[in-house]
C-alpha cells in the first residue's frame, strides 16, 4: 500500500528537522510530520517522551498503546506496536491477546490487572464523553493519579499517531513485516 | 549585549534584513536555468497582493529593513503596481523581472511609483542577441534592452542581474556592461550570480551546487511556507523542493522569522557568503 502524500527523505528533510534524519531513516510517522518542519519539530520529541519510558511499567504502557491501537484498527501502530511489545517482552501469546479480542471485551490469558488496563484503555480511546467511574475508579486502585495522567497522554498519542497513519495509508517497513511474520504475526 | 528578536539580529547583523516574497511561480518564459520551472501554464502558487501588504507591514515590525519580490514573473500580476505603491511605502522594495512586458499600459501604471524607493531589477545574461536568448527565449534581448530605458523615463530605479553558466568571459562581460551602461545602469546596479543547480538548471545538469552555507539567510516566503533563501522554493521535475523549507507558517510573520533566526544561530558564523551568491 502507498502512503497517499510524499513523505520527506534525507534528502528533502528541511532545515529544523534535518538532524531527525541524520542517524538515517527515521520511519515513516517522521517522514510524514516533516512535511511541516515547525510542527515535527516539536511533535518528535513529543512522541518521544508521551510513549517512551515514564512512571508507569514499560510493558503496561505499551499494552495501551497496542491496546489503543487495535480498538482504533490502525494497522500500522499495530503492526508497530507488536514488534515493540515482543521487544519489551511482552510475550506471543499475551500480544496476540490483545491483538485479538474485540473492543470492550476482556483479553484471553491475561491476568486482572491488565484486564482492567484493557478495559480503561478501550474505553479511553472509544468514548464519546468521560468513561464511566466505574472504569475509572478500577484503574485508580492500580495506578496513582500521575500515572493515569501519563496513561491518558499514552491513549491520546496513540490515537493521534492512529489516525494519521489510517489517514495516509502510511505502510509497515519490510523489517517490520518480516519481524511479525517470523513471530507468527503474519497477514 | 545581543537581543533575542529578528529585529535586534537584523539590527546587529546576525540576520539579513532583506525579506523575499514569490509573488508568483507563473512566466510568460521558460528559461533553461529557471529555479522554479516557471512558464506559462505552470501552476500559479500565487500570494495575492494584500497578504503580500500584511506580510510587509508584519516585516516592517520585526524589524526587516527591506523587501524582494520575485517569480516567476511579478509583472504577469495586473495588481502589482498597487500592491507595490502600498509595500514600497513601508519599505525599500525591488522587483525581480525578465523585463519583457513593459509595455505603454503597465509602465503608465508605474509612473506613480517613481517617488517610492522601488527598483526593478531586470535579467540580462549577454551583450549579443543569440547568447542571451538561448537561455531566456526568443527576442528577449530585443525586449529588455528596448525596457530598461523606458523604466528609466518613468523615474523608476532599474538594475540589471546576470545569471552565467561556468566562469564569466572576461571580454563578454566587459561587453555586457558597457552595453547596461549604454543604457542607464550605473556598474553598481548591475549583479552577475552563477546558475545554481536546482529546479529546471538541476535537471540539465548546469550550474553550482550550493548548502544552506553558500545562501545569506533571506526569509523567503511563498504560497507553499517560508524557505531559507530565494535560492530555497525550487522545483525539480514539477516537485517543490523541501529541503530549505523553514516552515509551513507564514502568517504571522514572526513564526518563520523567529525559526530562522534559531537556525542562523546555530551554525558557524561568516559561512553565508562562500560562493557570493546574492
Known amino acids: 500500500m502507498a502512503p497517499r502524500i510524499t513523505l520527506v527523505d534525507a534528502d528533502q528533510a528541511p532545515l529544523l528537522v534535518r ?3 541524520a542517524a538515517g531513516d527515521p520511519g515513516v510517522i517522521v517522514g510524514a510530520l516533516a512535511t511541516v518542519p515547525e510542527l515535527a519539530e516539536v511533535a518528535v520529541p513529543f512522541l518521544g517522551a508521551a510513549l517512551g519510558p515514564g512512571s508507569v511499567e514499560p510493558k503496561a ?39 485479538e479480542a474485540g473492543a470492550g471485551e476482556r483479553p484471553v490469558t491475561v491476568d486482572d490487572d491488565t484486564a482492567a488496563l484493557v478495559a480503561w484503555t478501550d474505553a479511553v480511546a472509544l468514548a ?4 464511566p467511574d466505574e472504569v475509572h475508579a478500577v484503574l485508580a486502585e492500580r ?9 491518558l497522554v499514552t491513549v491520546g498519542t496513540t490515537m493521534l499517531l492512529n489516525r494519521l497513519c489510517t489517514a495516509l495509508s502510511l505502510p509497515s517497513s519490510p523489517e517490520t513485516l518480516a519481524r511479525l511474520a517470523a513471530e507468527g504475526f503474519g497477514p | 549585549m545581543s537581543g533575542s528578536g529578528p529585529a535586534a539580529a537584523i539590527e546587529e547583523g546576525r540576520l539579513p534584513g532583506r525579506i523575499w516574497f514569490y509573488s508568483t511561480y507563473a ?16 501552476p ?16 516592517a515590525a520585526l524589524g526587516f529593513t527591506d523587501v524582494g519580490i520575485t517569480g516567476g514573473e511579478p509583472f504577469l500580476s495586473p495588481d502589482l503596481p498597487a500592491v507595490l505603491t502600498q509595500v514600497a511605502s513601508m519599505l525599500p522594495t525591488v522587483v525581480l523581472s525578465n523585463g519583457t512586458l513593459f509595455n505603454d499600459r503597465r509602465l503608465a501604471a508605474l509612473k506613480p ?8 531589477q531586470v535579467s540580462l545574461d549577454a551583450d549579443q ?53 549604454s543604457l542607464g545602469v550605473a556598474d553598481e546596479d548591475h549583479v552577475v550570480r552563477p546558475i545554481v543547480r536546482r529546479g529546471r538548471a538541476q535537471v540539465r545538469g548546469e550550474g553550482v551546487d550550493v548548502t544552506p552555507a553558500d545562501l545569506p539567510a533571506e526569509l523567503t516566503i511563498t504560497a507553499d511556507g517560508a524557505f531559507w533563501s530565494p535560492f530555497g522554493p525550487t522545483v525539480a521535475a514539477g516537485v517543490l523542493d523541501t529541503d530549505l523549507l523553514i516552515t509551513r507558517t507564514t502568517n504571522p510573520l514572526r513564526i518563520p522569522a523567529e525559526a530562522l533566526l534559531r537556525l542562523v544561530e546555530g551554525r558557524p558564523p561568516g559561512e553565508d557568503a562562500r560562493t557570493g551568491i546574492r
Open chain 2, 27 to 42: 512566466c510568460n518564459l521558460a528559461c533553461t536555468y529557471c529555479l522554479t520551472e516557471s512558464a506559462p501554464g505552470v
Open chain 1, 61 to 99: 504502557k505499551e499494552t495501551v498503546v497496542l491496546r489503543t491501537s487495535v480498538v482504533l484498527g490502525c494497522r500500522y501502530c499495530v503492526d508497530a506496536r507488536t514488534v515493540v511489545a515482543l521487544d519489551l517482552g511482552l510475550g506471543a501469546g499475551h500480544v496476540a491477546a490483545l491483538r
Open chain 1, 19 to 21: 538532524h531527525l534524519f
Open chain 1, 128 to 131: 464519546k464523553g468521560s468513561i
Open chain 2, 129 to 181: 542577441p543569440d547568447v542571451n536568448d538561448a537561455a531566456r527565449g526568443p527576442e528577449n534581448f530585443a525586449k529588455v534592452v528596448d525596457a530598461i530605458p523606458r523604466l528609466l523615463d518613468v523615474g523608476v530605479g532599474v538594475r540589471v542581474a546576470t545569471t552565467l553558466n561556468g566562469t564569466p568571459d572576461p571580454e563578454a562581460m566587459a561587453r555586457l556592461c558597457e552595453l547596461h551602461r
Open chain 1, 143 to 151: 495506578y496513582a493519579e500521575h500515572q493515569i495522567v501519563e496513561l
Open chain 2, 113 to 120: 511609483l517613481a517617488r517610492f524607493p522601488l527598483r526593478i
Open chain 2, 44 to 59: 500559479r502558487r500565487a500570494l495575492d497582493g494584500a497578504t503580500i501588504v500584511e506580510l510587509t507591514q508584519q516585516a
